[in-house]
């Protein structure tokens, strides 16, 4: 069975940092181009941070210098290291594999952002 577990979300004052996890099912994790995504309330899915096919890295403008995508493929875990944090990086933010034939997606954790 697939599964993408994220973890690491909370509640942080504005200019805090925190880290998001994401544990992959081993079976896709090698195969699949990973990322980060978040959805804020009455707004559509969007994407923060992700691993193109060619091992490079795309960010949202509205994260570059603040949120550092990383993974360690030895633990099949993808992370999100957020520097800086905004109220408007308030959002629930989900884990994503791109996998050639389906597009697989975590539960989401919530990250809140106060001012």
């Known amino acids: 069975q697939v599964q993408l577990v994220e973890s690491g979300g909370g509640l942080v004052q504005a200019g805090g940092s925190l880290r998001l996890s994401c544990a992959v099912s081993?079976?896709?994790?090698?195969?699949?181009?990973m990322g980060w995504y978040r959805q804020a309330p009455g707004k559509q899915r969007e994407m923060v941070a992700v691993?193109?096919?060619?091992?490079?890295?795309n960010y949202a403008d509205s994260v570059k210098g603040r949120f550092t995508i990383s993974r360690d493929n030895a633990k099949h875990t993808v992370y999100l290291q957020m520097n800086s944090l905004k109220p408007e990086d308030t959002a629930v933010y989900y884990c994503?594999?791109?996998?050639?034939?389906?597009?697989?997606w975590g539960q989401g954790t919530q990250v809140t952002v106060s001012s």
């Open positions: 081993k079976i896709i994790f090698s195969v699949s181009a």
């Open positions: 691993f193109t096919r060619g091992g490079m890295t």
């Open positions: 994503n594999a791109d996998h050639p034939y389906y597009d697989y």
